[in-house]
């Protein structure tokens, strides 16, 4: 028995847009998952159906089921699943802009029971995030991209989940940045033993930190292994490491006019 | 200057009465972009409730008070959920007719139940007059302003301080973020009304203590709409401090000036304020990262 289970699920927004189309996953308890893809891929929704996030947007599970440690979730109204220990870490930040950085955190610590360990908790984000202890009573509004997405993962942080589920955490960040972010979520992987789904534009990045990969495309995974089977798999190197097939880097003066077909289609 | 004094503690208690029926309505706004049309007969009901509790049941005071108040905030719970979350997803302006709708109901069961008869509230609170540096003060206004005090902060307290507070804020900025960390809307939501349908009452009770129990106070649930517009519809702050200023300047003005303008001031106010800032003096502005 996998972590967390998705078998064979089936989304559907407004009662009639198909967009995943019958998708299996899995990732085991202290691993980071990856899950790649191009835009519109189904991405976001896998991780919205995880965490019960697709009712505001109309969307619903019509088919299959995620298992979490076991139990079936995907009935359960979202607030269940994040006391059950799954946090979703939304696409493009969403901070509460009008909150300060503290009360932002206390949100995130919302469903939490046992008040005494919060403080030390908030504590122990600051270790993580020294710049988020200077800035603690700054309106989050106020902060740059990068601090936010600190504090959207540090927010996360206060719920004690056992699976984060991280969507595009490097969107919009200068590269520098983005390596302190994700050097931070390898930090929290080993040290708190969370698991993590990574949801990444950014493949080379994704697959560096990760135990584990699928790549989906058209609401169905199409290719799942290792990262270095993934890495060598030559469709991955062409369409999603920007290489070609013998591993150079691409030259855009000999780019083909043709278009490679991707053998997963066939 | 006795003038003055006497017109600025009636107009500071007619404001804080205000302010305590407006931050009823930012409460629900801020958190549910619901413009509340029952304000004014949430406070109707606060003021019957007591009438009955006290002159009818024959309770002491402070019991049939605190009746009202758990009874009031019980009644917003109740309204939130049988009238306003079967229509949550629907467009908002079902939601504001639905609100509508439930003044009219609370008026009709006001009606059904009491008459149309104006009604003696029960005088517990102290009427004496006292003289300070010369103007006449009725003991009541001063009252009513430590009051409604003690109301606001303590409300302004719990939204900066608990746990609860700090949810409907951030429900009030990212609705979806928030869901995403557990925080329950419909829990949240049914908050927000408790405590709008007590603050209604708090001033429903002050009200009829200076003006006595009929259908006219829920009046007031009209008159409060320059009060948000001025202070920013979705600022608890601005709640205050609009209160304090309508009601100042609607006594300034009947004072100094001549009874009967003083109705009008206050909606000369609001269009020149969503003239000029039609967020309100301490409304939500945009953040902007540059």
Known sequence: ???????????????????????????????????????????TTTLKAISGLLKPDDGEVTDGNILFEGEPIHHLPAEEIVRRGIFQVMEGRRVFEH???????????????DRQNIRPDMERVYTYFPRLRERRHQTAG???????????????????????????????????????IFDIIVRINREEGTTILLVEQNARLALNVANYGYIMENGRIVLEGT???????????????????????????????????????? | ????????????????????????????????????FAQ???????????????????????????????????????????????????????????????????????NAVWGPVPRQFPGFIPTDVIQIGGAAIGLDRLIAIGVALIFLVAFTL????????????????????????GISIKRVFAIAWGIAGISAAVAGII?????????????????????????????????????????????????????????IVPFIVLIVVLMVRPYGLFGKEIIERV
């Open chain 2, 40 to 110: 004014g007969e949430m406070l109707m009901f606060g003021a019957y409730l007591t009438f009955a509790f006290v002159v009818q049941f024959g309770l002491p005071w402070t019991i049939g008070v605190l009746l009202t108040l758990i009874t009031a905030a019980f009644l917003g719970v109740l309204a939130e959920t049988f009238v306003l979350r079967p229509l949550i997803g629907e467009p908002i302006i079902s939601m504001i007719m639905a609100t509508i709708g439930l003044s009219s109901v609370l008026r009709a069961i006001i």
């Open chain 2, 158 to 181: 719990f939204f900066r301080y608990t746990r609860e507070g700090i949810a409907m804020r951030a429900i009030a900025d990212d609705q979806q973020a928030a869901l995403s960390m």
């Open chain 1, 142 to 180: 106020y902060l740059s991209g990068g601090e936010q997405q600190m504090l959207a993962i540090g927010r996360a942080l206060m719920a004690r989940p056992t699976l984060m589920l991280l969507d595009e955490p490097s969107l919009g960040l200068a590269p520098l940045l983005v390596k302190e």
């Open chain 1, 99 to 113: 909150l300060t950085v503290e009360e932002n955190l206390l949100a995130g610590a919302y469903t939490r029971r």
């Open chain 2, 207 to 263: 009200l009829a203590n200076i003006v006595g129990v009929s259908g006219d106070i829920g009046i007031l649930g009209l008159r409060v709409f320059p009060v948000v517009i001025l202070g920013g519809l979705d600022s608890i702050p601005g709640a205050i401090i609009g209160g304090i200023i309508i009601g100042l300047l609607e006594f300034y003005t009947g004072g100094y000036i001549g009874e009967g303008l003083n109705l």
């Open chain 1, 1 to 43: 028995m996998a972590f967390l289970e998705l078998n064979n699920i089936e989304v559907i927004y407004n009662d009639v847009i198909l967009v995943l189309k019958g998708l299996s996953l899995q990732a085991e308890q202290g691993q980071i998952v990856a899950l790649l893809g191009a835009n519109g891929a189904g991405k």
């Open chain 1, 227 to 266: 990262p270095d089977e993934l890495k060598n798999n030559a469709d991955v190197k062409e369409f999603y490491l920007g290489l070609t097939a013998v591993g150079e880097r691409k030259s855009y003066r000999n780019v083909k006019h043709y278009k490679r077909r991707k053998r997963w289609l066939q």
């Open chain 2, 1 to 36: 200057m006795d003038k003055f004094l006497q017109l600025t503690i009636t107009g500071l208690s007619m404001g804080m009465i205000y302010a305590l029926v407006a931050l009823g309505f930012v409460v629900i706004y801020k958190s549910s972009d619901v413009i509340n």
